[in-house]
RNA sequence: GGGAGCAUAGCUCAGCUGGUUCAGAGCACCUGCCUUACAAGCAGGGGGUCACAAGUUCGAAUCUUGUUGUUCCCACCA
């Protein structure tokens, strides 16, 4: 058989996705085992895979991989989230293009649209991971609108209602001009931006002549203006007390207010008020009963109220207002000025703080329970400083603005009855059942009820989302949430913590009276190698298909992993794929070696083999045990870089190196069976990270029966590490090291066999002697007596003398100072040591152990002094 | 403005309750090599006053305080 020397990921990626889907290997089903579950944070169901997605997905599927390998019934629930504002804006954009107006269509016409768009463009992202490995139950994927989700969102929004927890008022809001919806306070961005900051006198009613200037850097606001503010202790202005100003432009008499809120430094410490477009004016307006003016649209244009500039957008307006305030006389000066702007973060539109009547959900009470979760570390947070940012929000919690201005969603299900009141039900029905007793005298039929045209912020079915993909909120007592809830681990991004994972939580206990998952692995954000945020717009984000098809789903998973221990930002770089890219071609080519090999069932295993495989299976063992506490921590990147270890070094650099057969000479039957078996327990540790390489090689390994598969093989176990056996390894290669060192040095071609001469009689393991003979290709080991005089370099290992005559290719002159520079280094070492141990304080105080570690050290400088000193000695 | 975190080799990071795991890893770099799987490779090698300054201690990368730099979160002063 010949193999490629090139691993080609393409011929075998999709050819074991299949292979595993076919058989439905991913589907888990409630049964005797315990339960390992993971809900994905569902992606936008028109979003497409980008890097972070990658990561996420990929931390997730070693999880699940893993814990499926170790006796676990896993189960990785895949779905998408409708995304209101963000899916609404592509289907009004993609209408736009077909020449279509959202205001033209009717609110059924629309979601048709919507809905085929889903069904067109939905889900891609779901069919990209599977290129990825994810090992997703695809039978069980859902979709935030299906339809039993959509009646847990109602029953949860009926439920708070009746609890008392959702309320209807009207509140100062985030407003999107663009989407023409609220937002939450958690869906603003502030950005910094250079704008100006203009100076507006206004006159003094009755004084002709006084002005009082303000500082703006919205002046179109000005027409909405009713009142002016100053420090109450601002001596400037202490004269005006109990006068009005008159507005520029629209002439209205405002009164002046004193407030402290006012900084005196700032401007001219007198600030104009608009209660109906900002929220701190607004929060001043209603302390002193102030007229609120709403001078704006809902599509961010100016409205009559404005007088002025009626229709025209407001950052037009903003600039041509000022050579109409300029022509009044009222513009004292214009100054640069650097502030933040909040924007839409699904829209990039500047945010308008609107006045409006909108739905609420109390925070207060589902916070506290939550709080104590976390804090208790009932729920785990990893890394843990994020429970500080948890519990920063949850204790400053703000009641969550719910509803949105949008069609694509689930429907507030609220109903209005021609006498302006409301009733909240699950359905029509029942919402003329309850309207009926409430009122008889209205005689009401279905047709009097109108629901609310308002639906739900895109969080409010999210936050139910572990206990909705098991039917958790319907049917509370089904088999699926009993087993499954609560989930494992949740993997998610720390900008959500707000938006989605402290909302979930609150969930969990509100509905089940249980936590919704016991571990959150935060992952970090995945930024290019200049510390930027990949970001669409910078287009500094590679295309994870393209990397795939690249390096390989494998090389790419190594990639990602390698580099993001949790919480830390992952510095993205293709060279990392290449890494990963590149140790799957190391595993290929170990198993082509292996594969080239004839097998002789009568040889005997020579003794370095013996040893090897002995040394191979303990640092497998050592290794695995290793893993154990990095996955508990989940210090993902750190097992990974074990394994890399493991596999690249120790087994192909020097295992594989030792038990190699001569060329074309046959392998013994034994050796060629372990080597099997450990190479099998290999792939199966690399598995979780690299499932689909690991997969082939399995198979290639041994024959197999079909609907076998590694994915569900267990991983080995664990048992007490023999810590001598790997000393002695360890030391024994430190002297093939040693010996090849003096080959480079020496410039000896590897094929020229050495001598090596151990200054030492006492008897020796003739294996470990072997694997010396093996790898420094030393034909022959003397051991001769400790003073014996050697031509050539030398080294001391553990107290021991080694040499390698040279006859003829030492220079006398360079050895003996190489020496000594050895000799001073251990000199210094040594004065150190001694002068620790001839402290009183320290011997006195430092712990036995401590102290018998400084003896020791003593002890071993002094003989190499000696050792070092003889050889010097005899050089001369 | 308030809070939290971080600062260790050229880069990315490990270093637990102070003491042989104490200065480490991977990558990058340098020097030899097409040595019977792999040049996407093999062998060998050089890099760090552990940000700075004080303090605690017999002993500090590790603990305390301050300084500087940096990142993130919250607030949103017009």
């Not at 006498?419 to 009401?444: C, G, M, S, T, W």
């Amino acid at each position: 058989m010949t193999l490629a020397s090139k691993y080609d990921p393409q011929a075998v990626e999709d050819k074991w996705y299949q292979y595993w889907t076919d058989h439905r290997m991913f589907h888990s089903e409630p049964d005797s085992r315990p339960a390992y579950s993971i809900v994905i944070p569902p992606p936008n169901v028109t979003g497409v895979l980008h890097m972070g997605h990658m990561l996420n997905n990929t931390i997730q599927d070693v999880l699940v991989r893993r814990a499926r390998m170790r006796g676990f019934n896993a189960v990785w629930v895949p779905g998408t989230d409708h995304a209101s504002i963000a899916t609404e804006a592509k289907v009004v954009n993609f209408l736009k293009e077909q020449g279509i107006d959202k205001k033209d269509l009717t609110r059924e016409q629309f979601l048709e649209y919507a809905w085929q768009w889903k069904e067109k463009h939905g889900g891609i992202i779901l069919k990209q991971l599977r290129k990825l490995g994810a090992s997703c139950d695809w039978d069980r994927t859902k979709f935030t609108m299906d339809a039993d989700l959509s009646e847990a969102v109602t029953d949860i929004f009926v439920d708070l209602y009746n609890k008392g927890k959702i309320y209807r008022g009207v509140r100062m809001v985030n407003w999107d001009p663009k989407a023409l919806t609220a937002v939450s306070d958690e869906e603003v961005v502030y950005k910094e931006l250079q704008s100006k900051l203009y100076y507006v006198r206004y006159a003094i009613e009755g004084e002709p002549g006084e002005y009082i200037t303000i500082a703006t850097t919205r002046p179109e606001t000005i027409l909405g203006d009713t009142a002016i503010c100053m420090h109450p202790e601002d001596e400037r202005y202490a004269k005006y007390k109990g006068k009005r100003a008159i507005v520029p432009l629209v002439n209205r008499s405002i009164p002046l207010i004193y407030d402290e809120y006012v900084e005196r430094e700032f401007g001219t410490g007198a600030l104009k008020i608009t209660p109906a477009h900002d929220i701190n004016d607004y929060n001043l307006g209603i302390k002193h009963h102030l007229e609120t003016i709403n001078i704006f649209n809902d599509n961010g244009t100016l409205s009559e109220n404005a007088q002025f500039l009626v229709g025209m957008d407001r950052f037009e307006a903003r600039k041509a207002i000022i050579p109409m305030l300029e022509e009044a006389g009222s513009l004292v000066k214009i100054e640069d000025y650097t502030n933040k702007v909040g924007f839409s973060e699904r829209t990039n539109e500047v945010i308008e703080p609107k006045l409006s009547l909108q739905w609420f959900c109390k925070m207060d009470e589902m916070a506290k329970p939550a709080l104590k979760a976390v804090m208790d570390n009932h729920i785990k947070f990893y890394p843990e400083k994020f429970k500080n940012t948890y519990s920063h929000w949850m204790e400053n919690v703000k009641d969550w603005c719910i509803s949105r201005q949008l069609w694509w969603g689930h429907r507030i299900p609220a109903y209005y009855l021609p006498n302006q009141e409301f009733v909240v039900a699950h359905n029509v029905d029942e919402a003329l059942n309850i309207a009926k007793q409430k009122y008889p005298e209205l005689n009401l039929t279905k047709d009097d009820l109108k629901q609310d045209e308002d639906v739900m912020d895109t969080w409010f079915s999210s936050w139910l989302w572990p206990l909705s993909v098991f039917d958790g909120i319907r049917k509370p007592d089904n088999p699926e949430i009993k087993y499954y809830y609560p989930t494992s681990a949740l993997i998610t991004a720390p900008d959500i913590i707000f938006f989605w994972v402290a909302r979930m939580i609150m969930a969990g206990i509100e509905w089940r009276g249980d936590i919704p998952f016991k571990d959150v692995y935060f992952t970090g954000t995945v930024r290019d190698k200049l510390h930027r945020k990949m970001s669409k717009s910078l287009g500094n984000s590679p295309d994870p298909i393209m990397l795939m098809e690249k390096y390989g789903a494998d090389g790419v998973r190594f990639g990602m992993l390698l580099s993001s221990p949790a919480g830390n930002d992952l510095l993205f770089d293709e060279s990392l794929c290449e890494q990963g890219r590149n140790f799957n071609n190391k595993v290929w080519n170990a198993f082509r070696l292996v594969k080239g090999w004839t097998v002789d069932a009568n040889l005997p295993q020579p003794p370095h083999t013996k040893v090897a495989v002995e040394w191979m299976r303990e640092r497998i063992n050592e290794v695995l045990t290793d893993m154990e506490e990095d996955f508990a921590n989940y210090k993902l990147s750190e097992a990974l870089m074990a394994i890399y270890k493991l596999v690249w070094d120790d087994f192909c650099s020097c295992f594989l190196e030792i038990v190699k057969p001569g060329f074309q000479q046959p392998v013994d039957g034994k050796t060629f069976s372990d080597i099997t078996n450990i190479f099998e327990t290999l792939v199966t540790i690399m598995h979780p990270f690299m499932p689909f390489i690991t997969e082939e090689l399995w198979h290639a390994l041994r024959d197999r029966a079909d609907g076998e598969a590694l994915m569900l093989s267990q991983m080995p176990d664990v048992k007490p590490v023999n810590k001598s056996l790997l000393d002695d390894f360890a030391a024994t290669r430190s002297i093939i090291e040693q010996v090849r060192h003096i080959r480079s040095e020496k410039n000896i071609a590897p094929k020229n066999a050495l001598t090596l001469m151990v200054h030492d009689e006492r008897p020796v393991n003739e294996e470990l002697e072997a694997v010396i003979r093996k790898l420094a290709n030393v034909d022959k080991i003397e051991h001769v007596a400790e003073s014996t005089e050697v031509q050539g370099a030398s080294f001391i290992e553990s107290q021991t003398k080694y040499s390698v005559p040279l006859e003829g290719l030492v220079d006398a002159g360079e050895e003996i100072k190489k020496l000594q520079a050895e000799l001073k280094y251990a000199e210094g070492f040594l004065q150190g040591v001694l002068k620790k141990l001839s402290n009183e304080r320290f011997v006195a105080n430092a712990p036995q152990n401590v102290v018998e570690m400084e003896r020791k050290k003593q002890a071993d400088a002094e003989e190499k002094i000696r050792l070092l000193k003889e050889q010097i000695s005899k050089l001369q």
